[in-house]
């Protein structure tokens, strides 16, 4: 069965950085999907930080110019770089991965941003 797994969460001070990775285990076809990052911070909607489609990508204000995303097609895994961090960074880091009618969701990276 496709599934996602995430990594690289952690506590960083403000200013410091983070590169989360998403492998989509079990495809051959991990070039044709949509992949994205989300995040959910305590009593707040979950909400797109970037997404890549193909080497097209797509960022949330919030996120443009100091979140990089980025995919490797032959390890299957896509990555979120960020940098400058700033403590409304701080949530649960979700990786979503499209294709058609199927969407895959990660359990989730915790972020945690603090001094």
């Known amino acids: 069965q496709v599934q996602l797994e995430e990594s690289g969460g952690g506590l960083v001070q403000p200013g410091g950085s983070l590169r989360l990775s998403c492998v989509l285990q079990?495809?051959?076809?991990?070039?044709?999907?949509?992949m994205a990052w989300y995040r959910q911070a305590p009593g707040k909607q979950r909400e797109l930080v970037a997404s890549i489609a193909g080497d097209i990508t797509n960022y949330a204000d919030f996120a443009k110019g100091r979140f990089t995303i980025s995919r490797d097609n032959a390890q299957n895994t896509v990555y979120l770089q960020m940098n400058s961090l700033i403590p409304e960074d701080a949530a649960r880091y979700f990786c979503?991965?499209?294709?058609?009618?199927?969407?895959?969701w990660g359990q989730g990276t915790q972020v945690t941003v603090s001094s």
């Open positions: 079990r495809t051959l076809f991990f070039r044709l999907y949509t």
């Open positions: 979503n991965a499209e294709r058609g009618a199927s969407v895959l």
